[in-house]
């Protein structure tokens, strides 16, 4: 299957600070790329989606100025949550998709 | 409105007893259905795409199937290292390609 790398896979930060999350497709150039978030437990959250170029498309109840979204180039998106604060802790996942989606490993973030 | 419904929610088995995932899906022109498999604080690995019914698809001891309404994952003599959450996910004709996911089925196999 298609590689798709994530990083990092695990930080932690001080409330009120911001947090760069980057997705990579290392052999594919994707179409599109998808945001998620996942308690524990449960399934994953869709949060957004991302196309090359163009703005991401937030589902409802998603915050765009906390969770900015960036889609650099076809096998790059970034997602930088700003203003930290403990609820943000969670663990959010990317996948890159040609149809088939495929994910990175997940980035668990501790926000103290 | 597309939805997916996995049972059951949490399943044990014993090492070598062969069981079965079910997969319930209502969704308007399916394009693909998708099983992945996710390790506790992984993200979910790809396992297979289905297309049509009576459509089948192996790997090692996995086995899906997929009906007009529901998918299987049938699990054959089945190893502690098969331990994991087995999520099935849909794309339909007016999603574009975002997946909509069951709630996963939490699988654990005792050696």
């Known amino acids: 299957g298609a590689v798709v790398s994530q990083h990092p896979s695990r930080v932690i930060c001080k409330s009120g600070t911001s947090v760069k999350i980057e997705c990579r497709s290392l052999?594919?150039?994707?179409?599109?790329m998808f945001w998620y978030r996942q308690f524990p437990k449960q399934s994953l959250m869709l949060m957004a989606t991302?196309?090359?170029?163009?703005?991401?498309?937030?589902e409802q109840g998603v915050e765009k100025d906390k969770f900015l979204i960036n889609h650099a180039s076809l096998t790059l998106s970034t997602l930088t949550v700003t203003s930290a604060h403990p609820e943000d802790s969670s663990f959010y996942i990317c996948?890159?998709?040609?149809?088939?989606?495929?994910f990175g490993q997940g980035t668990r973030l501790t926000v103290v | 409105e597309d939805q997916v419904t996995q049972s059951p929610e949490a399943l044990r088995l014993q090492e070598g007893e062969s069981s079965s995932l079910n997969c319930s899906y209502t969704?308007?022109?399916?394009?693909?259905l998708f099983w992945y498999r996710q390790d506790p604080g992984k993200g979910p690995e790809f396992l297979f795409t289905?297309?049509?019914a009576g459509e089948e698809k192996e790997k090692e001891r996995l086995k899906a199937t997929l009906t007009k309404k529901e998918s299987f994952l049938h699990i054959t003599a089945p190893k502690p290292e098969d331990s994991a959450t087995y999520l099935c996910?849909?794309?339909?004709?007016?999603?574009?390609?975002?997946?909509?996911f069951g709630t996963g089925t939490r699988l654990q196999v005792f050696p």
């Open positions: 996948s890159a998709t040609r149809f088939e989606a495929f």
């Open positions: 052999d594919f150039q994707a179409t599109t």
């Open positions: 991302s196309n090359e170029g163009s703005k991401a498309t937030y």
């Open positions: 969704v308007s022109g399916l394009r693909g």
């Open positions: 289905l297309y049509s």
């Open positions: 996910a849909v794309v339909g004709s007016y999603n574009t390609d975002k997946l909509i």
